[in-house]
């Protein structure tokens, strides 16, 4: 009897390490600062202009960018190609501030990014990165993220990324619940209703960070088709091992 205890706790031990890493990630949240309030407008437009002057950043532990300059022109499609390590993510992280950038070094627009008010930013600039968390909820609800949007804004988005025929192939068209209990998505159709979810917000500038680093090459070959409709008129950034 003392046995089956033991092999009982045992069985649970994964459901009960994940629950305590879910929670320090929660401490973790609570315990950030503050995002910053307010800041200028950006300008409207479907591609804006991006620009890196002189940037110098660093992570605690030695690793930084030194003097970079980049510019990407509205409308067109920058790629970051190199090793793992080199910094591609970063400069990604800094122009949503998903990491602070040094004031006077990143700028959207010819606007500094570090007094554009945080929202509007976020709102202009898409990021799709390696995983894509798919929440529990319809086909739908995981593109518009349970925003107010038409289903016909929805509907235009996946025939522009010429995904009508992936979705009429599942079990309830948009209204396939997804997420836990739902059906399963793979990698790829994951990255695929991440683009849907920028395409319905209109974005300005796509970045996508390693975006089909997960995927085997037919999987990739469907979203790089997608990714090009979704980086068409917009300013692009995509960060990859491979040129390709």
């Known amino acids: 009897t003392f046995g089956g205890q033991l092999n009982s706790i045992s069985m649970q031990m994964p459901e009960v390490q994940a629950g305590l890493g879910a929670l320090q990630r929660v401490r973790n949240l609570l315990a950030a600062p503050q995002e910053p309030v307010g800041g200028r407008p950006l300008p409207a437009g ?8 002189d940037l110098t950043f660093g992570y605690p532990g030695g690793f930084a960018l030194k003097s ?3 510019t990407v022109p509205a409308g067109t499609t920058c790629a970051l190609v190199g090793r793992t390590g080199a910094g591609k993510s970063t400069l990604a992280k800094l122009l949503s501030r998903a990491e602070e950038p040094p004031p006077g070094s ?13 929202q ?12 894509t968390e798919i929440i529990a909820g319809t086909l739908e609800e995981n593109i518009t993220l349970f925003a107010d949007v038409p289903r016909s804004a929805v509907e235009d988005a996946v025939d522009a990324l010429g ?5 009429a192939a599942l079990p309830d068209g948009l209204q396939t619940r997804l997420g836990s209990g739902g059906t399963t998505l793979s990698a790829g159709e994951e990255q695929l209703v991440a683009f849907a979810r920028l395409l319905v917000r209109d974005v300005a500038v ?3 960070d390693e975006a ?3 995927m085997d090459p037919q999987t990739e070959r469907r979203v790089t088709r997608a990714a090009d409709r979704l980086l068409a008129g917009r300013t692009g950034i995509v960060v990859a091992h491979r040129l390709s």
Request: hydrophobic share 55%; net charge neutral; glycine share 8%.
């Open 46 to 53: 479907t591609g804006l202009a991006v620009e890196i002057r």
């Open 68 to 70: 970079i300059d980049l």
């Open 106 to 118: 990143v700028f959207l627009a010819g606007q500094d990014v570090t007094t554009t008010d945080l």
């Open 120 to 131: 509007e930013l976020r709102r202009a600039v898409g990021v799709v990165t390696q995983r």
């Open 163 to 167: 995904l009508a025929g992936w979705v």
């Open 206 to 208: 796509v970045v996508l």
């Open 212 to 214: 089909t680093a997960r």
